[in-house]
């Protein structure tokens, strides 16, 4: 009989259904298309490639904000560093500003700012004025003040120190520069891209952890669920449900008979007999039941089959080699009988899988009940 308050909406896709024969490998329902997926799986997967990612990714993205974001700016230049023609447009501002105001001390520093460039530039302008009846002479008042041009720029009488360090700046005044503030902003932005790969990385991994839930623990599921028969008339020593998935490679159950006294009585279980097709998963077309009594010499097997292997003479007469062959019907049971043990198989569920293999030829799943008696 079949159970109608079984559930058989897996959380994992049938691995039939999308399988192709000509492949080895289960064809994408969606039917093809670029799977980044596949791209990035060994990426993510690997912690050093994963590594070499982040920081080749955290060095791009550091030159783009370098360079095209937030490029490089310098504000407030020391005069020594300006180009030779702003130079002379400042010797030339510190020259009208000490013929305004004559403030030796102010009008030495702003000089020694241009440092060793200071001199040449003086001469230069000395050279460029020279025909200027009005700047020509303020130029000339200011190195015959400062004896500049011929003493390598020091003031004949300033009242300060020859050794007074030059500031860099026009008045005195640190330059500034933005340098600083963009290396330390490109490289809180590869650390956040940094962190965020981590991070991908960790919830990457803590995904692939079996959440979801494999065949053999669904059909522990199905046997959970399914009823057993009631013996309540002639109850037996032991009682079981088994359950087949597809996908379930390794399905191979067994069971420890023991007397009510806790006595061992033997073993019984089932196994895969036969499957059809090539590749995985294996779609399997009959099962082995067995019993065995520790009291027998033998252990007594039978073997259930699906519809398309049991009409196939050629498939039946193999298998006879292993047990007795029956044809899985729902509901059926099939008897097996040894010297001091009486089992019985009786199947409570069952649904035949579909694809490019003849009908009814594997089990898509089936749930089976093992009663011992003892003789």
Same mark, same amino acid.
């Given at each position: 009989m079949a159970f109608d308050n079984m559930d058989y909406d897996f959380d994992e896709q049938d691995p039939i259904m999308g399988y192709d024969e000509t492949e080895e !490998?289960?064809?994408?329902?969606?039917?093809?298309? &670029?799977?980044?997926s596949g791209l990035l799986d060994p990426i993510v997967s690997n912690p050093l490639y994963l590594g070499v990612g982040a920081l080749v990714l955290g060095l791009l993205i550091g030159l783009v904000f370098a360079w095209v974001v937030w490029p490089v700016q310098y504000v407030d230049a020391a005069p020594a560093d300006l180009h030779q023609e702003f130079q002379l447009?400042?010797?030339?501002?510190?020259?009208d500003s000490f013929t305004l105001v004559p403030d030796g001390p102010l009008a030495r520093r702003r000089f020694?700012?241009?440092g060793e460039s200071g001199p040449d530039a003086l001469s230069t302008l000395i050279e460029q004025t020279s025909g200027d009846p009005v700047l020509g002479p303020r130029v000339n008042l200011f190195a015959q003040s400062y004896n500049a041009a011929g003493s390598g720029g020091q003031p004949a009488d300033s009242g300060v120190p020859t050794d007074a360090a030059a500031t860099p700046g026009a008045d005195g005044e640190t330059p500034v520069r933005s340098t600083s503030s963009l290396l330390l902003?490109?490289?809180?932005?590869?650390?956040?891209?940094?962190?965020?790969?981590?991070? #991908?990385?960790?919830? *990457?991994?803590?995904?692939r952890e079996p959440v979801g839930k494999t065949a053999a623990m669904r059909a522990q599921e199905f046997s959970r669920q399914a009823e057993q028969t009631d013996y309540s008339e002639n109850p037996p020593i032991a009682q079981w449900m088994t359950t087949y998935l597809v996908g379930?490679?390794?399905?191979?159950?067994?069971f420890s008979i023991d007397s009510?006294?806790? !006595?061992?009585?033997?073993?019984?279980?089932?196994?895969?007999?036969?499957?059809?097709?090539?590749? !995985?998963?294996?779609?399997?077309?009959? &099962? !082995?039941?067995w019993l065995f009594d520790k009291n027998d010499i033998q252990t007594v097997t039978n073997v259930l089959l699906s519809e398309h292997a049991y009409g196939d003479e050629m498939i039946l007469n193999r298998l006879r080699a292993k047990g007795e062959p029956y044809l899985a019907l729902l509901g059926g049971e099939i008897e097996l009988i040894t010297k001091t043990l009486r089992m019985v198989v009786r199947v409570m569920?069952?649904?035949?899988?579909?694809?490019?293999?003849?009908?009814?030829? #594997? #089990?898509? *799943?089936i749930t089976l009940e093992l009663a011992v008696w003892e003789l």
């Open positions: !490998e289960p064809v994408s329902p969606s039917g093809g298309g &670029f799977d980044l447009d400042y010797m030339q501002m510190v020259v020694d700012a241009l902003m490109a490289c809180g932005v590869v650390g956040v891209v940094v962190l965020g790969l981590g991070a #991908f990385y960790f919830l *990457r991994m803590r995904n379930d490679d390794l399905f191979d159950d067994s009510m006294n806790g !006595e061992f009585l033997g073993e019984c279980g089932v196994g895969i007999a036969d499957t059809i097709g090539v590749g !995985e998963p294996k779609r399997v077309s009959a &099962f !082995e039941v569920d069952m649904d035949y899988g579909t694809g490019h293999l003849p009908e009814n030829s #594997f #089990f898509q *799943r």
